[in-house]
Nanobody, 117 residues
Framework: QVQLVDSGGGLVQPGGSLKLSCAASGTIFSTDVMAWYRQAPGKERELVAYISSGGSTSYADSVKSRFTISRDNAKNTMYLQMNSLKPEDTAVYYC???????????WGQGTQVTVSS
């Protein structure tokens, strides 16, 4: 079983930066994929970025070159550095662990990011 606690959200002006963190307790397997999703009001949850245990990354087109995902396997922690934030980045951000062996998904509780002047 994996428990995830995400944090770091807040209110920021357009063009500003935030860094989200996701702390995992329980066992994270070397094959687990970690990811950030977001859900804006009235919209479906969407994948923002993911990172494999080996460090391979992928980003949604809307955040490429602005967001950076990283993970510290020794600390069981994942991060999302968000730069040049736009109002359309406003959403609740969720961290996620996908375990391929069991097809299990684990979710954090979500952290609100609001980009507004």
């Amino acid at each position: 079983q994996v428990q995830l606690v995400d944090s770091g959200g807040g209110l920021v002006q357009p063009g500003g930066s935030l860094k989200l963190s996701c702390a995992a307790s329980g066992t994270i397997f070397s094959t687990d994929v970690m990811a950030w999703y977001r859900q804006a009001p009235g919209k479906e949850r969407e994948l923002v970025a993911y990172i494999s245990s080996g460090g391979s990354t992928s980003y949604a087109d809307s955040v490429k070159s602005r967001f950076t995902i990283s993970r510290d396997n020794a600390k069981n922690t994942m991060y999302l550095q968000m730069n040049s934030l736009k109002p359309e980045d406003t959403a609740v951000y969720y961290c996620n662990v996908f375990r391929g062996e069991s097809l299990s998904n684990y979710w954090g509780q979500g952290t609100q990011v609001t980009v507004s002047s």
